[in-house]
């Protein structure tokens, strides 16, 4: 059994029996750094758990396509992606992001963020949201890449079943091949 909490600092709490690993964002926005003194973290990794290989990229993270490609490159099934953003643009960036990632690396991502306001803490008088869940785009999968989504800005519980031998399959038999076609011959990421 795993679950995932949040946590202040732009941290993640990843508790799987018997473990329990924080987790801080690689990058720190601008205005992060500025308002509340935030810095990135240095850990990128994927965790095994009984639904699959699972990676976490939080919020900014997801806008920077290395990050993902390094956890496609540890066989990562399912990419989550919590966030926070306060404008339907900030959203739309993660979202957009998010649904490029779950195209170029051939798996399932999850973004849930937090909707509503808290007038009396800075930088948090705002927020937008839409939790949902992205496919690859190919034969086995909805059309949009869309498998699941919440009403836009509302507070919900969004559930939606993923198959991870749907991935295997496309991973062979797709009409492309974003993980195996890269031209490595050419280019290489590395982690430090």
Known sequence: MSSLFFAKQKSLIYCE??????LRGISATPDEAKVWGMQG????????TDCGKIGILICYDSEFPELS??????GMDIL?????????NGYSRVRYCAQARAIENECYVAIAGSVGNLPNVQNMDIQYAQSMVFTPY???FPSN????????????????DVDIDLLRELHQF????????????LFELRKK
């Open 174 to 185: 797709g009409a492309v091949k974003n993980l195996k076609d890269r031209r490595k011959d």
């Open 17 to 22: 029996v018997g473990r329990i690993l924080p």
């Open 80 to 88: 989550f992606v919590p966030f926070l953003t306060d404008t339907q």
């Open 41 to 48: 973290g240095n850990q990128i990794k994927t965790f095994d």
């Open 69 to 74: 490609r390094l956890l496609a490159d540890e």
């Open 138 to 140: 190919d034969f086995s």
């Open 145 to 160: 890449g869309i498998k699941a989504e919440a009403t836009p800005n509302t507070e919900m519980i969004l559930i939606a």
